[in-house]
């Protein structure tokens, strides 16, 4: 993927992301937080004030597809390389991590709305690791490669496992026990940036091994 359509995909998720944001704003304080509570479809009727929220739906419901379609033919034409090679990723495509911090607006759209879903959105935290993934692009796979790579993923599962451990440890000792919503919501938001933090991490320590090779 060239370096400009990889700045452009990064940019385009930024701008999508700010104009639901702002549309959001919008929607809770002068449309009543129509199209963010929960819609009848049948029952809908369109006003002029929904309009910023439907634009603002309908972009990143064409950049989500977008995204995902480049992805796939990037990966596609990455199975022409050799198979002792890595794919060809640019360290740019690691900005797409920044969509991570979506997730602390889950905080927002619950205490508000009681909506929970954007709590996932730490899961793209793993995104960075793109950026070292990147570094190592089309990089000969021969088997101290190969060791390497183990070697980071047993290291980020042995955290990622320790932060889970440690998540469920403190819910057993009683923390947030005062609020059964809150709990769940603890472990839903842990666990999704639990993920996202070891998929960067096995991209993090295998760049860090080859380096030190």
Known sequence: MKKNKIKNLVLAGIFCALVLAVASVHSVLYNDSRLIKPTVVSEYVFQLKDLPMLISLVLVTVYVLYLVVTLFRSLWQNKSLPKNRTRKIHPMLGLLGFLGFLGFFGFWTYSELEIIYPFFAFIFFG????????????????????????KAELKAYKIGFLLLFLSIWAIARGMLSWNLEWCAIFMLSSMSLIYGIVLFLSKYFLYKFESEA
Request: proline fraction near 0%.
């Open 127 to 150: 995104f960075f690791g793109f950026f070292f993934e990147g570094k190592l692009s089309d990089t000969l796979k021969d088997e101290l490669y190969e060791e390497n790579e183990k």
